[in-house]
């Protein structure tokens, strides 16, 4: 059984960790499989958006930043140098079957404030409307420690409420909720399904499991908490 049949417009969160290796490359044949499975979705008639993280850990590669922890001045240069490779690695992933793509920086004023936030709206519909798959991320190479999200996680949510996409996707190195985080607790249990957030699985989650992670477990049910209160599935 396909879980996602009964959704027409569907958004994609990426992580970095997936996207990017340890040593700061792309990881092309995953990105080359992903945007086969895109391509699926689009040919079935589905409405895809992308949220891509990548650019921070793309650009450390570029730029020879090694550091686990870098200044914001720093992260804000790789985001200028690695939001350029990655914007150029999903053009050419998706382009091979014949999808064209547009870029959309986010920054959280413009879905909060109302004018912005219909622009960016319609921009992305428009997108939509003419076959393109909108690459979305966060504006990381302006945007300063006070004024941002600082995960795409919940920049996924809310674009996905934003563009009233019936399902929310995040994919990412652990395959999905479990009791503690695993990486600590040999006991852990995988949750398949959650019907309703309370304070015991907020509980649960753990903080970002590497230096080129900036959520975790902890955005992600920040993002469903978001999400599912406007109508849509995660």
């Not at 929310?168 to 995988?190: E, N, W």
Request: glycine share 10%; hydrophobic share 45%; with cysteine.
């Amino acid at each position: 059984m396909n879980p996602l049949a009964p959704y027409r417009r569907v958004t994609i969160k990426i992580g970095s960790a997936l996207l990017v290796d340890k040593a700061g490359g792309l990881r092309a044949d995953w990105l080359a499989s992903l945007a086969e499975d895109i391509a699926a979705l689009k040919a079935e008639g589905r409405d895809v958006v992308i949220v891509s993280s990548g650019a921070i850990a793309l650009g450390r590669g570029l730029l020879g930043l090694s550091a686990l922890a870098l200044t914001l001045e720093q992260s804000q240069a790789a985001a200028s140098a690695g939001q350029i490779a990655l914007s150029q690695a999903w053009s050419e992933a998706l382009g091979r079957h014949g999808i064209v793509t547009g870029q959309i920086l986010i920054t959280p004023n413009i879905t909060e404030e109302r004018r912005y936030y219909l622009n960016a709206r319609t921009t992305i519909l428009t997108l939509l409307g003419l076959g393109a798959v909108p690459i979305i991320n966060e504006n990381d190479s302006v945007a300063t420690a006070e004024i941002r999200y600082g995960d795409n996680d919940r920049l996924s949510a809310r674009v996905a409420t934003m563009i009233e996409a019936d399902c929310l996707v995040l994919l990412s190195d652990i395959d999905g909720l479990y009791t503690a985080p695993p990486a600590r607790d040999p006991a852990a249990t995988h949750i398949p399904v959650v019907e309703a957030i309370t304070p015991a699985i907020e509980a649960m989650a753990g903080g970002a499991a590497s230096h080129l992670s900036r959520g975790g477990m902890t955005t992600k049910i920040e993002a469903g908490k978001i999400a599912t209160l406007a109508g849509t599935a995660m």
